[in-house]
T-cell receptor
Framework: AQSVTQLGSHVSVSEGALVLLRCNYS??????LFWYVQYPNQGLQLLLK??????LVKGINGFEAEFKKSETSFHLTKPSAHMSDAAEYFC???????????FGTGTRLQVFP | SQTIHQWPATLVQPVGSPLSLECTVE??????LYWYRQAAGRGLQLLFY??????ISSEVPQNLSASRPQDRQFILSSKKLLLSDSGFYLC???????????FGSGTRLTVV
Protein backbone atom coordinates (compact mmCIF):
# COMPACT_ATOMS: atom_id res chain seq x y z
CA ALA A 1 0.00 0.00 0.00
CA GLN A 2 1.10 3.54 -0.66
CA SER A 3 0.65 6.62 1.48
CA VAL A 4 1.76 10.22 1.71
CA THR A 5 2.29 12.38 4.77
CA GLN A 6 2.48 16.14 4.54
CA LEU A 7 3.95 17.63 7.68
CA GLY A 8 2.32 20.90 8.61
CA SER A 9 -1.20 21.72 7.48
CA HIS A 10 -0.28 25.44 7.48
CA VAL A 11 2.99 27.11 6.59
CA SER A 12 3.56 30.87 6.76
CA VAL A 13 6.49 32.70 5.21
CA SER A 14 7.40 36.26 4.44
CA GLU A 15 7.61 37.44 0.86
CA GLY A 16 11.13 36.72 -0.41
CA ALA A 17 11.77 33.95 2.12
CA LEU A 18 12.47 30.32 1.36
CA VAL A 19 9.45 28.08 0.92
CA LEU A 20 9.76 24.50 2.19
CA LEU A 21 6.78 22.17 2.12
CA ARG A 22 7.41 18.69 3.42
CA CYS A 23 6.22 15.41 1.96
CA ASN A 24 7.13 11.89 3.01
CA TYR A 25 5.88 8.83 1.21
CA SER A 26 5.52 5.14 1.81
CA UNK A 27 5.62 2.73 -1.10
CA UNK A 28 6.63 -0.90 -1.53
CA UNK A 29 7.51 -0.30 -5.19
CA UNK A 30 9.41 2.55 -6.87
CA UNK A 31 7.13 5.54 -6.58
CA UNK A 32 5.98 8.24 -8.91
CA LEU A 33 5.62 11.47 -6.95
CA PHE A 34 3.69 14.63 -7.72
CA TRP A 35 3.10 18.09 -6.33
CA TYR A 36 -0.12 19.93 -7.13
CA VAL A 37 -1.20 23.47 -6.31
CA GLN A 38 -4.77 24.58 -5.72
CA TYR A 39 -5.85 28.22 -5.70
CA PRO A 40 -9.15 29.10 -4.00
CA ASN A 41 -12.20 27.68 -5.73
CA GLN A 42 -10.14 26.15 -8.50
CA GLY A 43 -9.04 22.68 -9.50
CA LEU A 44 -5.60 21.25 -8.84
CA GLN A 45 -2.75 22.15 -11.17
CA LEU A 46 0.35 20.00 -11.61
CA LEU A 47 3.50 21.75 -10.35
CA LEU A 48 6.02 19.00 -10.99
CA LYS A 49 6.50 15.25 -10.97
CA UNK A 50 9.15 12.63 -10.34
CA UNK A 51 8.95 9.45 -12.40
CA UNK A 52 12.36 7.83 -11.79
CA UNK A 53 14.53 10.08 -13.93
CA UNK A 54 16.52 12.95 -12.38
CA UNK A 55 16.05 13.16 -8.63
CA LEU A 56 15.94 16.97 -8.65
CA VAL A 57 12.81 18.01 -10.46
CA LYS A 58 12.05 21.53 -11.57
CA GLY A 59 8.48 22.66 -12.03
CA ILE A 60 6.46 25.70 -12.87
CA ASN A 61 6.52 29.02 -11.00
CA GLY A 62 10.10 28.49 -9.76
CA PHE A 63 9.32 25.45 -7.60
CA GLU A 64 11.48 22.38 -7.39
CA ALA A 65 11.54 19.14 -5.43
CA GLU A 66 14.16 16.55 -4.69
CA PHE A 67 13.47 12.83 -4.46
CA LYS A 68 15.46 11.31 -1.60
CA LYS A 69 14.96 7.57 -1.45
CA SER A 70 16.95 7.15 1.77
CA GLU A 71 14.66 9.62 3.52
CA THR A 72 11.49 8.62 1.61
CA SER A 73 10.93 12.31 1.04
CA PHE A 74 9.91 14.61 -1.79
CA HIS A 75 9.96 18.09 -0.27
CA LEU A 76 8.89 21.09 -2.32
CA THR A 77 11.02 24.24 -2.25
CA LYS A 78 11.17 27.69 -3.75
CA PRO A 79 14.05 30.07 -2.99
CA SER A 80 11.96 33.22 -2.76
CA ALA A 81 8.26 33.33 -2.01
CA HIS A 82 5.88 35.59 -3.89
CA MET A 83 2.49 36.73 -2.71
CA SER A 84 1.00 34.82 -5.64
CA ASP A 85 2.32 31.54 -4.19
CA ALA A 86 -0.33 31.62 -1.47
CA ALA A 87 -2.40 28.50 -2.12
CA GLU A 88 -2.87 24.93 -0.98
CA TYR A 89 -0.30 22.38 -2.02
CA PHE A 90 -0.84 18.64 -2.31
CA CYS A 91 1.73 15.88 -2.54
CA UNK A 92 0.68 12.63 -4.20
CA UNK A 93 2.15 9.19 -4.91
CA UNK A 94 1.46 6.45 -7.43
CA UNK A 95 3.51 3.79 -9.17
CA UNK A 96 3.76 1.74 -12.35
CA UNK A 97 1.30 -0.87 -11.08
CA UNK A 98 -1.62 1.41 -10.21
CA UNK A 99 -3.71 4.06 -11.91
CA UNK A 100 -4.61 5.78 -8.66
CA UNK A 101 -2.94 8.75 -7.08
CA UNK A 102 -2.82 8.80 -3.30
CA PHE A 103 -2.96 12.37 -2.03
CA GLY A 104 -1.68 13.92 1.15
CA THR A 105 -3.94 16.06 3.27
CA GLY A 106 -2.50 19.28 1.87
CA THR A 107 -0.50 22.22 3.18
CA ARG A 108 -1.86 25.74 3.07
CA LEU A 109 0.86 28.26 2.30
CA GLN A 110 0.42 31.84 3.47
CA VAL A 111 2.79 34.54 2.27
CA PHE A 112 3.04 37.77 4.26
CA PRO A 113 4.33 41.06 2.85
CA SER B 1 -5.17 19.64 -26.95
CA GLN B 2 -6.57 17.80 -23.97
CA THR B 3 -9.12 19.61 -21.85
CA ILE B 4 -11.60 18.77 -19.16
CA HIS B 5 -14.89 20.54 -18.64
CA GLN B 6 -16.83 20.47 -15.42
CA TRP B 7 -20.11 22.22 -14.70
CA PRO B 8 -21.77 23.95 -13.08
CA ALA B 9 -19.17 25.99 -11.20
CA THR B 10 -21.45 26.63 -8.25
CA LEU B 11 -24.71 25.07 -7.14
CA VAL B 12 -27.04 25.66 -4.22
CA GLN B 13 -29.54 22.88 -3.66
CA PRO B 14 -32.11 22.18 -0.93
CA VAL B 15 -31.87 19.08 1.20
CA GLY B 16 -33.68 16.18 -0.42
CA SER B 17 -33.31 17.47 -3.97
CA PRO B 18 -31.54 15.50 -6.72
CA LEU B 19 -28.06 16.23 -8.04
CA SER B 20 -26.34 15.82 -11.37
CA LEU B 21 -22.81 17.05 -11.99
CA GLU B 22 -21.23 16.46 -15.36
CA CYS B 23 -17.65 16.16 -16.47
CA THR B 24 -16.41 15.74 -20.04
CA VAL B 25 -12.93 15.25 -21.42
CA GLU B 26 -11.68 16.27 -24.85
CA UNK B 27 -8.60 15.33 -26.79
CA UNK B 28 -7.99 11.86 -25.40
CA UNK B 29 -9.51 8.42 -25.65
CA UNK B 30 -10.30 5.84 -23.00
CA UNK B 31 -9.19 7.94 -20.04
CA UNK B 32 -9.49 6.88 -16.45
CA LEU B 33 -11.96 9.22 -14.80
CA TYR B 34 -12.26 10.23 -11.14
CA TRP B 35 -14.61 12.13 -8.85
CA TYR B 36 -13.16 13.72 -5.71
CA ARG B 37 -14.72 15.73 -2.94
CA GLN B 38 -13.15 18.35 -0.71
CA ALA B 39 -15.05 19.20 2.42
CA ALA B 40 -14.21 22.51 4.10
CA GLY B 41 -10.75 22.38 5.65
CA ARG B 42 -10.18 18.79 4.62
CA GLY B 43 -8.17 17.00 1.98
CA LEU B 44 -9.22 15.20 -1.16
CA GLN B 45 -11.53 12.23 -0.85
CA LEU B 46 -11.79 9.88 -3.81
CA LEU B 47 -15.46 9.08 -4.38
CA PHE B 48 -15.55 7.13 -7.65
CA TYR B 49 -13.28 6.09 -10.46
CA UNK B 50 -13.89 4.55 -13.83
CA UNK B 51 -11.59 2.73 -16.25
CA UNK B 52 -14.16 2.41 -19.03
CA UNK B 53 -17.75 2.90 -20.15
CA UNK B 54 -20.16 1.53 -17.59
CA UNK B 55 -17.32 0.56 -15.22
CA ILE B 56 -17.61 2.37 -11.90
CA SER B 57 -15.76 1.69 -8.68
CA SER B 58 -16.93 3.28 -5.46
CA GLU B 59 -14.35 4.13 -2.86
CA VAL B 60 -16.62 5.03 0.03
CA PRO B 61 -20.25 4.22 0.86
CA GLN B 62 -22.34 7.35 0.55
CA ASN B 63 -25.39 9.07 -0.77
CA LEU B 64 -23.90 9.53 -4.22
CA SER B 65 -23.58 7.48 -7.39
CA ALA B 66 -21.62 7.84 -10.61
CA SER B 67 -22.14 6.81 -14.19
CA ARG B 68 -20.08 6.79 -17.36
CA PRO B 69 -22.47 6.63 -20.30
CA GLN B 70 -19.82 7.59 -22.87
CA ASP B 71 -16.06 7.21 -23.04
CA ARG B 72 -15.32 10.81 -22.10
CA GLN B 73 -18.33 11.63 -19.93
CA PHE B 74 -18.54 11.10 -16.19
CA ILE B 75 -21.62 12.01 -14.16
CA LEU B 76 -22.03 12.32 -10.42
CA SER B 77 -25.57 11.98 -9.10
CA SER B 78 -27.71 11.82 -6.03
CA LYS B 79 -31.41 11.10 -5.64
CA LYS B 80 -31.72 13.03 -2.38
CA LEU B 81 -29.05 15.41 -1.17
CA LEU B 82 -27.98 15.61 2.47
CA LEU B 83 -26.43 18.57 4.24
CA SER B 84 -23.23 16.54 4.51
CA ASP B 85 -22.99 16.39 0.71
CA SER B 86 -21.87 20.01 0.66
CA GLY B 87 -18.35 20.48 -0.60
CA PHE B 88 -16.14 21.13 -3.56
CA TYR B 89 -16.36 18.40 -6.19
CA LEU B 90 -13.54 17.78 -8.59
CA CYS B 91 -13.40 15.65 -11.69
CA UNK B 92 -10.07 14.39 -13.01
CA UNK B 93 -8.72 12.20 -15.80
CA UNK B 94 -5.57 10.25 -16.47
CA UNK B 95 -4.21 7.90 -19.11
CA UNK B 96 -1.18 6.54 -17.28
CA UNK B 97 0.39 6.49 -13.85
CA UNK B 98 3.32 8.50 -15.26
CA UNK B 99 1.17 11.43 -16.26
CA UNK B 100 -0.65 12.03 -13.02
CA UNK B 101 -4.10 13.54 -13.12
CA UNK B 102 -5.57 16.53 -14.90
CA PHE B 103 -8.29 18.20 -12.88
CA GLY B 104 -11.39 20.12 -13.84
CA SER B 105 -12.13 23.50 -12.30
CA GLY B 106 -14.51 22.08 -9.72
CA THR B 107 -18.11 22.55 -8.59
CA ARG B 108 -18.91 24.23 -5.29
CA LEU B 109 -22.05 22.50 -3.97
CA THR B 110 -23.92 23.97 -1.03
CA VAL B 111 -26.83 21.99 0.34
CA VAL B 112 -29.21 24.16 2.36
Amino acid sequence: AQSVTQLGSHVSVSEGALVLLRCNYSSSVPPYLFWYVQYPNQGLQLLLKYTSAATLVKGINGFEAEFKKSETSFHLTKPSAHMSDAAEYFCAVSSYNTDKLIFGTGTRLQVFP
Amino acid sequence: SQTIHQWPATLVQPVGSPLSLECTVEGTSNPNLYWYRQAAGRGLQLLFYSVGIGQISSEVPQNLSASRPQDRQFILSSKKLLLSDSGFYLCAWSTSALGGYTFGSGTRLTVV
